[in-house]
């Protein structure tokens, strides 16, 4: 993830395991979005712990502005920042 936020220019925090730190760091205003490595994913102004609903609207509306499915999408973010 490091090469993704140096890309774009963000900072990237890692924090211990759970949501409390995650929510920690959206109620001090440093993060709008915070995941963890189940898949779990937060966005700030949404329920206060793990989406999935949320999410998979997200990634649905990337395949449908983007008109490129998520494999595309994913090949092309490697090319650019390289595999994981």
Not at 24 to 34: F, H
């Amino acid at each position: 993830m490091t090469a993704l936020t140096r890309y774009h220019n963000v900072p990237l925090y890692e924090t211990p395991l759970g949501f409390e730190p995650i929510g920690e760091l959206m109620i001090a205003g440093k993060i709008a979005i915070g995941g963890e490595e189940s898949a779990a994913l937060t966005i700030c102004g949404r329920v206060s712990e793990k989406d999935g609903i949320v999410t998979r609207l997200i990634v649905a509306a990337m395949a449908v502005t983007s008109g490129a499915n998520l494999t595309a999408q994913q090949t092309g973010l490697f090319a650019k920042l390289g595999s994981i």
